[in-house]
C-alpha cells in the first residue's frame, strides 16, 4: 500500500531539533539543512552498492534535496513576513516542494545510517527486541526479507519501503510511501530502502530485484535497533 502523506514544514523541524527513540539528528547550520557526511566511504558498501553510486546517490542527490529544501524554506519564511493574501497562497504552493525535499533530506539521513560497511556490522541478522518483534510479526528474518522485498517490487514508480513501528501499539510492519514522503505521525521509521532509479541503476540498470537482493548484505540493524521504543 502506497501511503501519499502531506504533513506540514513544522514535522521537519521537529524532526531536527530533537533526536526521537535514536531517529538520526539532521545536521542544521544557521537554520540551514546541511549534508551529513557519511560514516564511511563510498566504496565501502561494495559489491552490493557500488562506490559510483554511492558518490552520485550521496553528493549530488541528496544535496539536490538539501539545497531545494533550504530554497523553498526560505521562500516561505518570506511569505509568513506578510499578511498579504498573495503570500497565503505562496505558502501553500510551497508546501508540496517542502514535503518533497525535506522528506527527500530525511529519508537518505536515516538511509546512510541504515548501511554498513560488512566489516562493520553490515548484514548481520537483527538482534535483541527488534528480533523477537521481527519473529512475532513475520515468523522469522527470511520471511521479513521476503515481504519487505515484495513490497519494494511493487511499488510503481519511485518511493521507499519502510520497516515501521506503530507508535500507538509498539507493533513493527512494512509500509511504502511514494515519492519522498517521510514516516511521520503514528509510525516511527526503523529501516528503510530506497526503490528510486537512482538508488541503483548504474549497476543493476533494469534488474531492481537483484539490487533488492544484494542491499541485505550491508543493512546496519544497529541503526533500527536504537530507534526501535518500548
Excluded at 533550504?70 to 513576513?81: F, G, R, V, W, Y
Excluded at 503570500?87 to 501553500?92: H, N
Excluded at 522528506?103 to 541478522?125: I, M, R, S, Y
Excluded at 506503530?166 to 511514494?178: K, N
Amino acid at each position: 500500500m502506497i501511503l501519499r502523506s502531506s504533513p506540514a514544514c513544522t514535522a521537519f523541524r521537529a524532526l531536527s531539533s530533537k533526536r526521537a527513540g535514536g531517529m538520526a539528528t539532521l545536521s542544521f547550520t544557521r537554520g540551514k539543512a546541511t549534508l551529513p557526511n557519511l560514516p564511511y566511504d563510498y566504496a565501502a558498501l561494495e559489491p552490493a552498492i557500488s562506490g559510483q553510486i554511492m558518490e552520485l546517490h550521496h553528493s549530488k542527490h541528496h544535496q539536490t534535496y538539501v539545497n531545494s529544501f533550504n530554497d523553498a524554506s526560505e521562500k516561505l519564511a518570506t511569505a509568513q513576513s506578510s499578511s498579504d493574501p498573495s503570500a497565503i497562497q505562496s505558502q501553500i504552493a510551497l508546501q508540496p516542494l517542502i514535503n518533497f525535499h525535506g522528506g527527500g533530506h530525511v529519508n537518505h539521513t536515516l538511509f546512510w545510517e541504515n548501511l554498513a560497511p560488512k566489516q562493520n556490522g553490515g548484514g548481520d541478522p537483527p538482534s535483541g527486541n527488534l528480533a523477537k518483534k521481527i519473529d512475532e510479526a513475520y515468523g522469522s528474518y527470511e520471511n521479513l526479507k521476503t515481504r519487505f522485498n515484495t513490497a519494494l517490487a511493487a511499488i510503481q514508480g519511485s518511493g521507499w519501503a519502510w520497516l515501521v513501528q506503530d507508535t500507538t501499539t509498539g507493533q513493527i510492519g512494512i509500509r511504502t510511501y511514494a515519492n519522498q514522503d517521510p514516516v511521520v505521525g503514528q509510525f516511527r521509521p526503523l529501516l528503510g530502502v530506497d526503490a528510486w532509479e537512482h538508488a541503483y541503476y548504474l549497476q543493476y540498470q533494469n534488474r531492481k530485484a537483484e539490487y533488492f537482493k544484494s542491499i541485505w548484505e550491508v543493512v546496519n540493524w544497529k541503526a533500527a535497533e536504537k530507534r526501535l521504543g518500548a
